[in-house]
């Protein structure tokens, strides 16, 4: 059974940073693409950042600068660095996994609440 976890996003205030993580299981996830959404109360869920096997990454522009995706094969496991943190980057965040083969994420975790004070 394929799961991706992801424990406790966490609250944080304007400016600060927090460090989520997801922990993959069920099968090999090397060369998937992983990636972080997130859905912002009323919004809908949108693309924050993506990882490829190969060490690249993209961001979404109100993130960029702010966010670095990272990921440890040999654990399973991306994680999303989030620093000068702001009120907007509340939301749910979801972490991904796209196989090589498919054009379409088809694995996701239950997302983990992400709450920034101002």
């Known amino acids: 059974q394929v799961q991706l976890v992801e424990p406790g996003g966490g609250l944080g205030q304007a400016g600060g940073s927090l460090r989520l993580s997801c922990a993959a299981s069920?099968?090999?996830?090397?060369?998937?693409?992983m990636a972080w959404f997130r859905q912002a109360p009323g919004k809908e869920r949108e693309f924050v950042a993506a990882?490829?096997?190969?060490?690249?990454?993209v961001y979404t522009g109100s993130v960029k600068g702010r966010f670095t995706i990272s990921r440890d094969n040999a654990k399973n496991t991306v994680y999303l660095q989030m620093n000068s943190l702001k009120p907007e980057d509340t939301a749910v965040y979801y972490c991904?996994?796209?196989?090589?083969?498919?054009?379409?994420?088809?694995?996701w975790g239950q997302g983990t609440q992400v709450t920034v004070s101002s």
């Open positions: 069920g099968r090999t996830f090397i060369s998937d693409v």
């Open positions: 990882s490829w096997s190969g060490g690249n990454t």
């Open positions: 991904a996994a796209r196989r090589s083969s498919s054009n379409k994420f088809d694995d």
